[in-house]
């Protein structure tokens, strides 16, 4: 693992971070909810700007993720893992975006 300061990091199981780490984001090999809560705590501590998180750790980390959530950096964004997506990460938008604008926008004709 390298440890020099990143702005953008990823932090999942090897095969999902293998192209991330292809592409010059820092990568960090972690699928233990315990150690990647405090990868995150440290990569924020760094200055690291933006924290991609595969969808199984984004479900365990919710530690780290609510610490975090009110705060301008590090955004912690849910993606799929090397297996597909889960939907932990469409089901994030979405709340998100009914914060920002108090309406669903996206799904509401789903209903």
């Known amino acids: 693992m390298d440890h020099k300061k990143a702005d953008i990091a990823m932090i999942g199981d090897r095969d999902s971070v293998l192209l991330a780490k292809a592409v010059g984001l820092q990568v960090f090999d972690e699928t233990d909810t315990e150690k990647a809560e405090k990868l995150i705590y440290r990569l924020a501590r760094e200055g690291c700007k933006v924290i991609?998180?595969?969808?199984?750790?984004?479900?365990?980390?919710?530690?780290?993720?609510?610490?975090?959530?009110?705060?301008t950096f590090p955004a912690i964004i849910p993606i799929p893992d090397s297996h597909g997506a889960s939907g932990v990460a469409m089901a994030n938008i979405k709340a998100n975006v009914e914060k920002a604008i108090g309406a669903d926008i996206l799904f509401s004709e789903d209903r």
């Not at 969808?55 to 009110?70: G, M």
């Open 52 to 71: 991609f998180l595969t969808e199984p750790l984004f479900a365990t980390c919710t530690e780290a993720i609510n610490k975090f959530k009110s705060e």
